[in-house]
């Protein structure tokens, strides 16, 4: 018997980037489980519920049907889940809709949709309420570890939870670890908890992110984190000898690379966090940042390149590990 199948939508993806652009699919909702992805040539074909802007070229093509059965409602539209909270994306059109069938699952209370990007000195974005319970407040459940929070007063994504885990399983139970951008804890909390051996140094400026770190700490029952509240270039002062310094802030860390140098040991690495064009993922970043590093009398190796996710049409979440030694020396 020949297998059941359908004409759907679908985008056009290299064979190198078909793993990264699933991920991605499945962040935002968009991936039919219910169909088999297929390949054609060095490129797949990876069938979707919406046209899926930036992740590749669009199209259509006769897919097989795969029985899967996708325990969550299908949601024609871009969210994303933090707990029992659901938050649309700011581009959907049919809110109602979405939101409709989103409260469908048991498990998802209620529904936000974004009113714009993340901006201001805190990192924050405005929520439109839409259906549900109102209620802002949720506990979200990664890699072990849970966090509470609160959608409206700080930013938070769950996006990134591969990324943290990555970095996490970088360090060892003896290093000491800076944590420049460390909002409700998520890449300290997880490191903290898995090597009671390190010293982790958690540091922001928005108050209730630091309140809500605090809580988390002890919600984790973790013991090896110290908190400084405040700008991170005056928090690092004083701490040297980093193994680690995690410098998630994609859209300004280069403002803060001197700082993350002066408390880097030789040999450290900084993980650095940016936005980049597709033109130029890497080379441009990697360049600009030598320059920093040259004015510090330090030079940097980096030591992976990594695509972490699609952020908008065309751009790129990256992050590159740089190992930092001084003066002329080579890293091996």
């Known amino acids: 018997m020949k297998p059941e199948t359908i004409e759907a939508l679908c ?60 325990p969550l409602p299908q949601v024609r539209g871009a969210y994303e889940l933090i707990g029992d909270i659901a938050i649309i994306d700011q581009h959907e059109e049919n809110v109602l809709e979405i939101a409709q069938v989103l409260l469908q699952h048991k498990n998802i209370k209620t529904i936000f949709q974004a009113a ?25 459940k990664e890699n072990g570890c849970r966090y509470l ?78 908190i400084r509240e405040g700008d991170a270039r005056d928090e690092v002062k004083g701490i040297s000898g980093a193994d680690h310094v995690i410098m998630n802030l994609p859209h300004n860390g280069l403002e803060f690379l001197d700082s993350a140098f002066g408390v880097i040991k030789t040999g450290g690495i900084i993980h650095f966090y940016a936005i980049s064009h597709e033109d130029d993922l890497f080379e441009g970043l990697v360049k600009e940042i030598g320059t920093y590093a040259s004015k510090a009398c330090l030079q940097v190796f980096p030591v992976d390149r990594r695509i972490v996710r699609p952020y908008a049409p065309y751009q790129y979440n990256v992050c590159i590990d740089l190992q930092v030694s001084s003066g002329t020396e080579i890293n091996q």
């Open 11 to 70: 985008i056009r993806v290299p064979r190198t980037a078909g793993e990264l652009t699933r991920k991605r699919l499945i962040e935002l909702h968009l991936l039919d489980n219910n169909l088999k992805i297929k390949s054609d040539g060095e490129y797949l074909l990876i069938p979707v519920l919406k046209p899926a802007e930036g992740l590749g070229d669009i199209g259509k093509e006769v897919f097989e049907i795969s029985g899967h059965v996708n």
């Open 149 to 226: 929070l609160d959608v409206t007063q700080v930013y938070f994504t769950p996006r990134l939870s591969t990324e943290r885990m990555r970095i996490a399983d970088k360090v060892k139970d003896t290093d000491k670890v800076v944590d420049m951008f460390a909002g409700i804890g998520p890449f300290s909390i997880l490191i903290a908890r898995r090597f009671p051996g390190t010293k982790v140094i958690a540091i922001d400026k928005n108050p209730v992110a630091i309140k809500y770190l605090r809580e988390n700490i002890r919600l984790n029952k973790v013991k090896n984190i110290e």
């Open 116 to 140: 714009g990007a993340v901006s201001g000195e805190y990192r924050t974005r405005e929520l439109l309420f839409i259906t549900g319970e109102k209620k802002t407040g949720t506990i979200y």
